[in-house]
């Protein structure tokens, strides 16, 4: 189904390459070029952050728009730019005072908050709602305009108000980032006082930017079938499961697909071998060499024969990192396998996964940080990908590793539900089985999947199938596409 030329404006605090710090990152980049891709033509504004900025080629100022800021009028200056790795114009609310900042565009340097984030992203809210009704009279006026998570909540809300405005879709990628702040907040930001209810944007003294996009957009989507139901109930919910469920006549569940020009195992140009579904082998053996050979330099045929398990995520403990880090030892002494792990994230975390790494040198290989190509070779050179995360909305990982033949465990939860069918008895006879799923949160259930994990990684005719199997499912980002075209004209 094409669109014709149905105008979208996105409106997002990040996209990848520009500016990533998780999944968010990833839809930003692949879900407008999936659109522009059947006709849609498409504007993506994004904060000028510094490393954003540095980032650009030519720019073009479209013009200057002065909105009310914390201590009064934040004059901000609207850019147009052309990026390779987007086929439509990117725009960007530029305003030095409060985006031009080194590193994470919610975080200072020691892990806090910006302490003023609650006016970066008001006033990035507002000149975005300004361009949706084409305040700089460029002459494009979107149908629909598509924001994302907290930072962009206020969007739908500055715009109900306004007579012919264009259609809202508030986006929720995770609900645990609720954009909460005070009421002194609120009123230095003069947000509308009749925002000011248990109905509007009030949340537990405070108000929540995250609650105002689910209250005042037209449609809310999140980002898998199961975690638009999970969102819905109180283990779920952060407090807004009531509110979601009195919402739920608006709200969908949307599956994301992943970027396959990006992710693609016979052409990643971050690996040292490519393989496919028709020839596994040895393309993703010679991966898993090379990521030995960076952590084990002595690494023989046993090191190759025993079981690599690997993980790549933020170190959170939505992530299960805890899970992770209980079940290592125990499996460190009943079985022979070994361990790649990436990632930053909570301290505690951090520390407790460096301290395994240095107690078993030749077994737990640990990086902190963030590496996109190593990201890559692992999902690729291991043989189970780990990710019992106890709440994920969609998650990416998983599905990247069943394209990569690299089978995962995951808990029963989310987007991880959705995208990974359990190798029980019954879908390892009928081929469907793509990985291995536990469906009680805990270490033990945990452990229990890895071992059955283990023991049919020790068949290796069965593994192949379930490989394969992993390998052939299409998570395209056309299918999602095509979801967001009829709710946009729905
Ligand atoms: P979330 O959005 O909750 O962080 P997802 O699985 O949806 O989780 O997406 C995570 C994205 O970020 C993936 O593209 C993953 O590869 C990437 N990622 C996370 N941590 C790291 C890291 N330390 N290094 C490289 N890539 C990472």
Redesign the pocket.
């Known amino acids: 189904m094409k669109c014709g030329a149905m105008k979208i404006l996105f409106v997002a605090s990040e996209a990848y390459p520009l500016v990533?710090t998780?999944?968010?990152g990833?839809v930003l980049n692949s879900l407008p070029h999936a659109l522009h891709g059947r006709g849609a033509d498409i504007r993506l504004v994004l904060p000028g952050y510094r490393d954003l900025l540095r980032q650009l080629g030519e720019v073009r100022i479209l013009g200057w728009l002065d909105v009310r800021g914390a201590e009064g009028t934040v004059g901000t200056r609207v850019l147009e730019t052309r990026h390779p790795d987007f086929d439509f114009p990117l725009w960007v609310v530029d305003c030095p005072a409060l985006y031009d900042r080194p590193g994470n565009p919610y975080l200072q340097a020691g892990g806090q908050d910006w302490p003023d984030n609650a006016e970066r992203f008001a006033v990035f809210a507002r000149v975005a709602a300004l361009l949706a009704q084409d305040a700089l009279e460029l002459g494009w006026q979107p149908a629909v305009v598509h924001t994302h998570d907290w930072q962009t909540g206020l969007v739908s809300a500055f715009l109900a108000d306004q007579p012919a405005r264009p259609k809202t879709v508030f986006t929720i990628?995770?609900l645990a980032y609720g954009g909460h702040f005070s009421h002194t907040d609120f009123v230095r930001l003069q947000l509308p006082s009749h925002w000011w209810t248990p109905e509007g944007v009030e949340f537990h003294g405070g108000f929540s930017m995250l609650k105002a996009g689910i209250v005042y957009a037209d449609a809310v989507t999140t980002v898998s079938p199961t975690y638009a139901a999970e969102i819905c109930t109180p283990a779920f919910g952060h407090g807004l499961d009531g509110l979601l469920l009195s919402r739920q006549h608006k709200l969908h569940g949307i599956l994301n697909g992943i970027d396959t020009r990006l992710w693609n195992p016979s052409t990643d140009a971050n690996l040292p071998a490519h393989y496919s579904a028709g020839r596994v082998q040895p393309g993703k053996r010679r991966n898993k060499q090379a990521l030995l050979d960076r952590f084990l330099p002595q690494a023989g045929e046993a090191a190759m024969r025993a079981p690599l398990l690997g993980l790549?995520?933020?170190l959170v403990e939505?992530k299960g990192i805890d899970w992770v880090l209980a079940a290592i030892p125990v499996l460190l002494a009943e079985s022979d396998a070994r361990f790649v792990l990436?990632?930053?994230g909570q301290p505690v975390y951090e520390q407790k996964l460096a301290r395994l790494a240095r107690q078993f040198p030749d077994r737990v290989f640990v990086v902190i940080?963030?590496?996109?190509a190593?990201?890559h070779q692992i999902e690729a050179g291991v043989d189970v990908f780990l990710m019992p995360s106890r709440f994920e909305p969609?998650?990416?990982?998983q599905m990247?590793s069943l394209r990569y033949g690299t089978p995962p465990v995951v808990f029963k939860t989310g987007g991880l539900a959705d995208t990974v069918v359990d190798a029980d008895a019954e879908a390892l006879a009928e081929g469907s089985a793509t990985g291995f799923v536990f469906d009680v949160p805990g270490v033990a259930a945990f452990l229990e999947a890895i071992r059955r994990a283990l023991d049919l990684y020790r068949q290796p005719a069965a593994w192949r199938r379930l490989q394969q199997a992993g390998m052939r499912q299409s998570f395209d980002w056309a299918d999602s596409a095509a979801h967001y075209l009829d709710l946009y004209s729905s």
């Open positions: 990533k998780g999944g968010l990833d990628h995770n790549v995520g933020r939505q990436l990632g930053s940080g963030y590496d996109e190593l990201a969609c998650g990416l990982n990247y």
